[in-house]
Every structure is written in structure tokens, then in C-alpha cells.
């Protein structure tokens, strides 16, 4: 997720140009790049797939974005805005110290699967 400035993403072949808050969620397993020639900040998340496979329904999930999906303007508001407020809660819970953080970012980045 850009925050300031434009990032591209190459995935299945297929480019997509984001946008500051675009979202691009691409599934375990699917060879993509990522770049941009502008200075910027973003967000990249990255979960080990194999806490993923354990989860009861998890393919069904990940099928329905594979090999990536968009969350932008064009997404209902209340979602977008939910996504990206995961994110910022995800991104703060990774630079702090506090006890069982990994477990509180696995969880957010759960809820962010469930929308």
C-alpha cells in the first residue's frame, strides 16, 4: 500500500499502477515484482504462507483473490477505509515492543482476510 507517491506492481503478468491507500493483495505463490522510480512510502506486508495452510477454509479464501486483487476507490468505502485502517494498526503493532505483537498483527491480518 503506497502512502505518498505511485508504486507498480507486476503480477501473473498483469500490471497494476497504485495509487496513495491502493491496496494490492496478491496470494502465496504468485511470481510478481513491485518498484516504482518515485521516492515514497508504503507499506509491504508479507505473511509466511505456511501459518496460512492450517487455517480451515483458508483455500476457498485465497482462490477468491488469486492471483491478486485491487482494494482502491472503486472498492465500497467502508471496506477500503477498514483495509487501510488494518494496515496502519498492523504497520504501528510491527515497530512497537509490546508483548505478543506477532500474534495481535496475525489476527489483524486475519480480519483483513474475512473482508
Given at each position: ?59 476457498y479464501i485465497l ?9 482502491n476507490k472503486d ?41
Open positions: 500500500m503506497p502512502i505518498s507517491s505511485t508504486y507498480e506492481v507486476m503480477c501473473a503478468n498483469v500490471k497494476f499502477k497504485l495509487e496513495p491507500y491502493d491496496v494490492c493483495m496478491i496470494c502465496p505463490g504468485i511470481v510478481h515484482s513491485m518498484g516504482t522510480e518515485n521516492e515514497g512510502e508504503r507499506i509491504i506486508f508479507q505473511i509466511e504462507p505456511s501459518k496460512l495452510r492450517q487455517l480451515k477454509g483458508i483455500d482462490t477468491e483473490y488469486s492471483p491478486a486483487i485491487i482494494v472498492t465500497p468505502d467502508e471496506i477500503h477505509k477498514r483495509i487501510i485502517d488494518i494496515l496502519l494498526d498492523i504497520k504501528s503493532e510491527y515497530f512497537s515492543s509490546e508483548p505478543y505483537s506477532d500474534i495481535s498483527i496475525f489476527s489483524r491480518f486475519l480480519e483483513l482476510l474475512v473482508l
